[in-house]
């Protein structure tokens, strides 16, 4: 028996993230304007998502493609530093690090993207031999790692056929197509969309509709309301409901929720745990990022058992 080293894998849309805060709106004519604060971070919702399995004790790993430059190596540090196994991870010439750069104002933002190694992975970078080395496959951010879109079915395929789990958390489609979104759903265990995510690709008006329609396909939905709590549907089994939880700190910003959500979720489940404390402890993953910028710096600290 080969002992499998990482409990979850996934390819990573890597990225930094300039945010850049204050009051002041861009003006064009060559206007210089004081802002009042910005940090770099570690962007990228698969990086998020590690983050907090990695948090939690979990062991992960992120695979993708980084540029050929400083902003890499920011990259690279960051995730080390964040306890996610990068050796997955090839810097490529002549690539750009993909860059978000947000202006944050009161409840809202402005965000310009650079792509660069957010979508570079291919499909020949997926490595077959991965499979043996994790337990469970996680796609995240599949709207964004464009060139993987055609490969997920049989990669996917191919995770069941080596006893691997999988996963799938597609964020909002910026075309809102969902293109290829209900082919995939019979091919992964666990559906994490939000309610916005899951009326738009089931087409239904309703949440219970929704949840019904998505789980048809066999797979567990995992519906995330935001402070409206969480709800998990099945084929066969009644839905279990985790209700929305009253806020102790205030909101700074709701970047990486549904990611960090999807971690304490993932770690539960794959610890064997029941519905109700997977959805808990997805709960608290997803509150606990709200209370600091960004996705990373408010995630919940401590090992599952
Ligand atoms: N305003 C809020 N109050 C309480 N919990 C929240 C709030 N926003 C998010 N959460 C928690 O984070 C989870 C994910 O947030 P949500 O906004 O639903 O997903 P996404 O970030 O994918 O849009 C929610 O299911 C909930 O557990
Ligand atoms: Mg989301």
Redesign the pocket.
């Known amino acids: 028996v080969t002992l499998k080293k990482l409990d979850v894998l996934c390819v990573s849309d890597l990225c930094v993230d300039l945010l850049v805060a204050g009051k002041a709106r861009p003006r064009f004519g060559q206007a210089e304007q004081w802002v009042d604060d910005y940090t770099l971070e570690l962007g990228g919702s698969a990086n998020i998502f590690a983050s907090q399995f990695a948090k939690l004790g979990g062991q992960v790993g992120v695979a993708g493609r980084l540029g050929s430059d400083s902003l890499a190596g920011f990259v690279a540090r960051s995730l080390k530093d964040c306890g996610i196994d990068s050796s997955r991870v090839r810097k490529t010439p002549g690539l750009k690090t993909g860059l978000g750069v947000a202006l944050t104002a009161r409840n809202d933002r402005a965000i310009l993207t650079y792509a660069g190694s957010i979508d570079a992975t291919d499909p020949s970078s997926l490595d077959p031999a991965w499979l043996s080395q994790c337990r469970h496959w996680h796609v995240a951010a599949y709207f964004l790692l464009n060139k993987l879109k055609r490969t997920w079915p049989a990669w996917l395929a191919r995770c069941h056929r080596a006893g691997v789990t999988t996963s799938l958390?597609t964020?909002?489609d910026p075309e809102e197509r969902w293109d290829g979104v209900r082919e995939l759903l019979p091919l992964v265990d666990l559906f994490?969309?939000?309610?916005?995510?899951a009326l738009a690709i089931s087409g239904k008006k309703d949440l219970e509709k929704a949840g019904q329609s998505l789980a048809s396909s066999g797979t567990m939905v995992v519906i995330?309301?935001?402070?409206?709590?969480?709800v998990v549907f099945r084929r066969d089994a009644a839905p279990v409901r985790?209700p929305?939880?009253?806020?102790k700190r205030k909101?700074v910003d709701?970047v990486?929720?549904?990611?960090?959500?999807d971690a304490g979720f993932l770690r539960a489940w794959l610890k064997g745990r029941d519905l109700k404390a997977c959805l808990a402890l997805?709960?608290r993953?997803?509150?606990a990022?709200?209370a600091a910028a960004g996705g990373i710096r408010g995630q919940l600290r401590g090992k599952v058992a």
């Open positions: 958390d964020n909002w994490f969309p939000n309610e916005a995510e995330k309301r935001g402070n409206k709590g969480s985790f929305g939880q009253a806020l909101v709701s990486g929720a549904g990611d960090n959500f997805g709960d993953c997803g509150r990022s709200l």
